[in-house]
Each structure stands twice: as structure tokens, then as C-alpha cells.
DNA sequence: GTCTATACTCAGATAGAC
DNA sequence: GTCTATCTGAGTATAGAC
């Protein structure tokens, strides 16, 4: 995965969100483009720091002068890539769970966009949720207060609010939406799960219902 | 994986279960034996790429030369502390689901003990769950097919047929049974949960009951 | 067996040619 | 702006005294 846009699945925004092209549409991607394709490809796949500088050149195809002239740092190509991991992320919440309706439909839509990005871009996924951040740098705070996961607790409040989930713990129920598919995805990634992700949102989402409707 | 056992002495196991000095109960603890400890909570809180020898010498009180007198490599000293903590974590889950009464009884005992092990040893839970243990390793797998969770599939296959848990995929509905108490151990390892983990066990069992029982 | 001092490797980062 | 060559420091591992 050289270039690695966003390319747009649907309706959804995971491609502006993610597309690291900046500005060019479907141009030769640049230098920066070319290293944070790599580095997230890389990180992912062997670790923040099993990953080197000379891995990353030779992956991205640039040398290393051209990578510390886009980047300070390995640690700020780290931040800045796990800033545009996350507003991708951020993005397909905000996409599906923006509504009134039921929100465990709303929920579904999400579960099913996570999974075919899961399944489409897994090197993402697995830098999102699974790469220790805070290992890498004390600034980054941990995923789950980040703002995806902030952001679904005050969408799960709201719904409490509406009486479209039971009333209850926002933290203990949001945990008992996310914790299943999270696991799965894990699962998935590990390469330990025989049937596509998506064959499972139904039985989640069935599951969700019985333990959290009213 | 030599010495340094940790015996299943009552009939949960984790106190002494994790105690590092391993067959003198409470003699001095051998070098190996502090080598150990200060591995594990070292690597579990800085991360194994982050803990230099130099570092594991001064928690330990101990001298480069002795630590390589015991172990081959930094890299066999952390996989001797990963099946350490692995064998210590299987235990629980036998000590607690073995037996035929109610499923869901036993799994519950099973959250209550996780729990209280992770207030007691959280660098215990953190090196077992979230250390990125692929990464310092190939040889070692990833941790949703180590033991204890294979062991887990195991008894809740058993649990549908018994009738115990409605029939389904196993893999989801363990990880429907898992997700969410690890997602909550999560959260309180990054200090983000206020309240005691032990107050949300009876919310989890309901959930899992109203989603799971047939 | 345990210690200290040291060798060796390779990472991250920089300088200066083009 | 991009490259190659190089510096510097950290970290693993070893050698050899005690």
C-alpha cells in the first residue's frame, strides 16, 4: 500500500477524514504522504519501536532528509499519524451516531462501518485501538478518552435521556456496546476469526437489545 | 519455565498464586526471583522497548551480570514473565469455571476475582493483557489464543450445551461475555474509571444473563 | 555467583553536497 | 528540497576480577 488514500467507500467520510493526501486529489502522492502511508503501515504491523527510521525510508521510498524535513521527530510523524488515524475514526462515529432515531440502529451503522474498515484498511484499525500510544508519548492520553470514545459516551447519555437504552452507568454500558465488537475486531486482526466481521453485527446488535433496550 | 511457580494455595489462587518468591514463602527473595518482579512492572508500565537492563538492574537491586546469569537474553526474561503471568491468569479462570451449576455463576466469580487482581496487581493484568506481547516476540501469540481464552471457549461451548447459554457462534458469545469487563479493565488501568471495579460485576452478570440465557 | 567495566551494534538525528 | 555520509548516544551483551 504505496499511496494510500482514503479511497471513498460510500457515503461515508472515512476519505477526507483519512485521506492523507492534504490537498491533491489524485496526484502523485508527496513525500509526507508517501512516509505517513508507510509509518502507519509499519507501526501497526511491527511496533512504534521495532519500526526505524531506515524501515520507514526504504518502505516510503523517500530518503531520510526528506522524512526530518516533513517531521521534526519519529515521535511527532508518531502523533501526527495518530492524529489522522483518529479524526478518520472520529469521523465514521460522528457519521452514524449524529440522529435521533433508535439508537441501536444508529449503532448498527457504526459496528458495520468499523468492520468493512477492519477488513479494508486493518493496518488503521490496528494503530487506532491496539498500538500503545502512550508508550510512544506521555502527551498522548489513552484511546478511551479520546475523542471517538468521549464522544460515544455522550451519545449513549443522550439516549438514556430518550429512553432508548435502560437507564444505567454511561461508562458500564457504553463498555457493554464497544467491549464485544472491539473484541472481535482483536480477534479478527489476530487472524483468528474465521468468518468476515460483518456476519456478526446482527447477533451483536441482538444481543445489545436484550441487555440494553428499556 | 523453570521455577518461580506460583501455587494455587486456597482456592483463589492469586495471592500467592502471582507471589514471585517462588517456593520460599517468606525467605528472601532470590535474584531471579527480583528480577521478575521488577520486570513485570516495569515493562508493564513503561513498556518493553522502554525498559533498558540498566533499568531492570536498579528496581531489582541487582547487578547486569547476575541478571544474564539467569536469563539468556532480555528477550527470555520476558517471555518467561509472559507464561508467569499467563499460567497465574489460567488458574483463575479454572479455579472459577470449573463445575456444572450455573454458568453464569461461575463466570461471575471469575469478573469478581479478575477485578479484585486488578486493583491488587494492576501491572499483573496490564502485562498480561495489553502488553503487545507479538511485538517483542514472534514466538509468542496473540493473547486472545493463549490459554485461558481457549480455555474459556471451552466453557462456554460446554455451558450451550448444557443449555446454560443460548446456542450460538462460541467466539461471539464469548467475546460478548468477555468484551466488556475487559473494556472496563481497560478503562481503570488508564485511571479513567472512578468507582471500584468490584460495584460493576452484578450490572455485567444481568447484562450478560439478559443477552446470553436461552 | 555476583560484580564492574567495556565492547559492539544500531538507532535517531544532523550537515553539507547537489 | 532531497540526497548521502556521518556523528552521537543508548542499549544489549560479554569478559574478567573478586
Redesign the interface.
Known amino acids: 500500500m504505496p499511496d494510500v488514500p482514503l479511497q471513498p467507500p460510500a457515503k461515508h467520510a472515512i476519505d477526507d477524514g483519512m485521506n492523507v493526501h492534504s490537498a491533491s486529489p489524485s496526484t502523485t502522492p508527496t513525500v509526507r504522504e508517501r512516509v505517513i502511508a508507510a509509518a502507519i503501515e509499519l507501526f501497526a504491523r ?2 512504534y ?2 519500526t526505524s527510521l531506515p524501515d520507514i525510508q526504504q518502505q516510503a521510498g523517500v530518503s531520510i532528509g526528506a522524512i526530518y524535513r516533513n517531521f521534526a521527530s519519529k515521535d511527532e510523524l508518531a502523533a501526527t499519524v495518530y492524529d489522522l488515524v483518529l479524526d478518520a475514526i472520529g469521523e465514521l462515529f460522528r457519521v452514524n451516531l449524529d440522529g435521533r432515531d433508535d439508537f441501536l440502529e444508529r449503532f448498527r451503522g457504526l459496528l458495520s462501518d468499523l468492520f468493512r474498515l477492519t477488513e479494508e484498511r486493518p493496518e488503521l484499525i490496528e494503530y487506532a485501538l ?1 498500538v ?1 500510544h502512550r ?1 510512544i508519548s506521555q502527551e498522548i492520553g ?1 484511546v ?2 479520546s475523542e471517538p470514545f468521549v464522544y460515544l459516551q455522550a451519545r449513549v447519555a443522550d439516549a438514556m435521556r430518550r429512553k432508548q437504552l435502560r437507564s ?2 454511561v ?2 454500558t457504553t ?2 456496546l ?7 475486531i ?2 479478527s486482526l ?1 487472524g ?2 474465521r468468518p468476515p466481521l460483518a456476519g ?1 453485527v446482527d ?2 446488535i441482538d ?2 437489545r ?3 433496550a428499556p
Open positions: 511491527d511496533g519501536f521495532q491496539y500503545k508508550e489513552p478511551c478518552s444505567g452507568d461508562v458500564v463498555a457493554t464497544m467491549g464485544p465488537p472491539l473484541r472481535l482483536q480477534l489476530d483468528l476469526l456478526t447477533t451483536l444481543n445489545a436484550r441487555a440494553l
